[in-house]
């Protein structure tokens, strides 16, 4: 990627336990020109940053726990009109499309430069997912969906699945999610 994209840079922002392995690595391979490290940012700040990059990218996992979360800063990034690169996990699959976004195969670095470049390099592509993201997240956002979600809320305290009908009331027809406390 270093010779195919040499305007390119790649920013870290904020903190962490893995940042000095991060670090080492980064001057390990020489690549300190090109991998830069900032720290902590505010919301205002950070959201500026965002919506001057090039290219988000989210590179989790596909384990049991990013298999399953849910990533806000996709959606982040596509409201302020950055394609976003993302790691093909059961929870990004289920909301997303390839029109939305560029997936690549969690956990291999190469799949990850390939998007990478590809986004970076291909224009056309580019402005397509930027436009479709734009959609998306017009259709997605909190002013549209906050009744859908307020209804679901106020079905569940009335003890009433989202579809309406009694909730759940058996132990063996709940999951082991259903029965932890908030």
């Not at 830069?36 to 500026?48: K, N």
């Not at 996990?89 to 939305?100: E, G």
């Amino acid at each position: 990627m270093k010779d195919r994209l040499p305007q390119t840079e790649f920013h870290i922002y904020g903190e962490g336990n893995a940042k000095p392995d991060l670090v080492q690595l980064v001057h390990e391979l020489g690549l300190e020109e090109k991998v830069r490290f900032f720290g902590l940012l505010s919301t205002t700040e950070i959201a500026e940053v965002m919506a001057n990059a090039d290219l988000g990218v989210v590179p989790k996992r596909a384990d049991s726990f990013g298999d399953e979360a849910y990533s806000t800063k996709i959606m982040e990034f596509m409201s302020l009109g950055v394609p976003v690169v993302v790691s093909s996990t059961k929870i990004d699959r289920f909301y997303f499309n390839d029109s939305v976004v560029r997936f690549f195969e969690s956990g291999n670095p190469a799949a990850l430069a390939e998007a990478i470049v590809e986004v970076l390099q291909n224009n056309e592509q580019r402005r397509r997912m930027i436009a479709n993201a734009l959609e998306y997240a017009g259709q997605n956002s909190w002013n549209r969906r906050k009744g859908d979600y307020l209804e679901l809320v106020d079905s569940l305290c009335r003890g009433n699945s989202a579809s309406g009908g009694p909730a759940k009331t058996t132990a063996e027809d709940r999951s082991p999610m259903d029965r932890i406390l908030y």
